[in-house]
């Protein structure tokens, strides 16, 4: 598969097979990770992969704490998204929506639940970075996040970026011995998709080019 036919095949898995990663798959995946471009070299990102009985572990923790603090999905904003930002948040929950619906499960639910869960991917990936560095470094772990993810799509791997863990990166740190200078920005839920789930054959739309390209010549 080359770079281009992997940008666009790859999508967002919440429905994973029940079928193991080999840790040698797992590992090319994180070379070519590694391979991305950073600040001077810094190579700023650190990843902690977590799979099996203590992935089980984690997962019946997170659930725990969510269903105490019931913490919801959302944009992360202080004020409110302007319309052009909100109108492709609705986009993506009008497609989704049915689909959950036949679950019995409501939207806020499949995501929150499923978030806690990496929605029941065999492996559950968190990446950190050293509090040392400025916010500005964070470039440089989605540069990495984004290799990971192609890397993953061309091995014929699932992925899903979970944002909303790190409400709970206390109880991760606490789980995982992670110490307290190294910060959780993201999860990444990682397996192989269950093609035949209706969940995992959503495509978002892109926005037209105009709306994201600015030329001054």
């Known amino acids: 598969m080359n770079i281009f036919s992997a940008m666009k095949q790859r999508r967002s898995t919440r429905v994973y097979l029940k079928k193991p990663v080999t840790r040698a798959d797992i590992e090319e995946v994180f070379y070519y990770a590694g391979l991305a471009p950073s600040a001077i070299n810094l190579q700023p990102w ?17 659930i725990k704490v969510h269903a ?26 009008q497609i989704m929506e049915p689909r959950i619906d036949e679950l019995g499960l409501s939207f806020n639910q499949f995501i929150e639940e499923g978030s ?11 990446v ?16 990495s996040i984004s290799y990971l993810l192609l890397a993953a799509e061309a091995k014929g791997l699932g992925t899903c970026p979970i944002g909303l863990i790190t409400a ?3 109880d991760i740190a606490d789980a995982l011995s992670i110490p307290g200078n190294k910060e959780i920005v993201l999860g990444i839920a990682l397996g192989y998709a269950d093609e035949a789930s209706p969940l995992n054959n959503i495509k978002t739309e892109r926005v037209d080019q105009n709306e994201i390209l600015h030329w001054y010549e």
Not at 128 to 137: A, C, G, M, S, V
């Open 68 to 93: 105490e603090r019931k913490v919801s999905c959302g944009p992360g904003t202080s004020a409110r998204l302007p319309e052009k930002f909100s109108r492709r948040s609705r986009a993506v929950s």
């Open 128 to 143: 950190t970075i050293d509090t040392l560095f400025p916010k500005i470094r964070y470039l440089d772990l989605g540069l």
């Open 168 to 170: 709970y990166a206390a």
């Open 46 to 62: 650190e990843y902690i992969v977590v799979y099996g009985e203590e992935k089980d572990r984690l997962v019946r923790r997170l």
């Open 116 to 126: 806690c869960s990496f929605y029941g991917a065999p492996v559950a990936i968190f």
